[in-house]
């Protein structure tokens, strides 16, 4: 059982937009940098965002990342414009827990293309 | 270009060990710690811990703390990760990863290891 949650599925229409969701508490996200990672079905997952918004090279402007409110808050969110097909893949959250002394991930949540 | 690579498939008995190599190149080995992460089929991501590269200092999750050692060889710019006394939920595909600022920024491609009597 994480303790970071996110939805188990999103999806939406190809060119639309898809939120995902990430909220912890303050021994985690409150306290610490987040990133995103995609794992496309059969490869190895691929970093996408890092310290809560930052893209490394080569990863579109199409995906993004934040997090809530104040510098403490407890929850990111990583949003996917003009969604692809190419897009249909696992995307999780993930931080370090000062309680825990751990990297946690998130549970994943999963984006389909309708 | 930066590229990690793993050892191949491995198939154990319970109680057994396992170990797993992870070789870097396209970087300076030393300036960039390690981590490992798991994925059981059908579950989310798990980190299992890293090592610095630098100093071989270790931090181990909790839930395979006294099972695991990681290990790194400097001269052949190896990472390796040992598993003992497996588990039929061991059975995972195992990820090593570069940690660079605040994210894992490199994989390697995977290493299945099946737990199976």
């Known amino acids: 059982q994480s303790v970071l949650t996110q939805p188990p599925s999103v999806s939406a229409a190809p060119g639309q937009r898809v939120t995902i969701s990430c909220s912890g508490s303050?021994?985690?996200?409150?306290?610490?940098?987040v990133s995103w990672y995609q794992r496309l079905p059969g490869t190895a997952p691929k970093l996408l965002i890092y310290?809560?918004?930052?893209?490394?090279?080569g990863i579109p402007d199409r995906f993004s990342g934040s997090k809530s409110g104040s510098k403490s808050g407890t929850s990111a969110t990583l949003d996917i414009t003009g969604l692809q097909t190419g897009d249909e893949a696992d995307y999780y959250c993930?931080?370090?827990?000062?309680?825990?002394?751990?990297?946690?991930f998130g549970p994943g949540t999963k984006v389909t293309a309708l | 270009q930066v590229q990690l690579v793993q050892s191949g498939v491995e198939m154990k008995k319970p109680g057994a060990s396992v170990k797993v190599s992870c070789k870097a190149s396209?970087?300076?080995?030393?300036?960039?710690?390690i981590t490992w992460v798991r994925q059981a089929p059908g579950q989310g991501l798990e980190w299992m811990g890293g090592?610095?590269?630098?100093?071989?200092?270790?931090n181990y999750a909790q839930r395979v703390q006294g099972r695991v050692t990681m290990t790194t060889d400097t001269s052949t710019r190896t990472a390796y990760m040992e598993l003992r006394d497996l588990k039929f939920d061991d059975t995972a595909v195992y990820y090593c990863?570069?940690?660079?600022?605040?994210?894992?920024?490199?994989w390697g491609q995977g290493t299945v290891v099946t737990v199976s009597s």
């Open positions: 990863a570069r940690e660079n600022v605040d994210g894992f920024d490199t």
């Open positions: 396209g970087y300076t080995f030393t300036t960039f710690g």
């Open positions: 090592i610095s590269t630098y100093n071989g200092n270790t």
């Open positions: 303050s021994s985690n996200i409150g306290s610490n940098f």
């Open positions: 310290e809560n918004n930052q893209r490394p090279s």
């Open positions: 993930a931080t370090w827990d000062n309680r825990l002394s751990a990297y946690v």
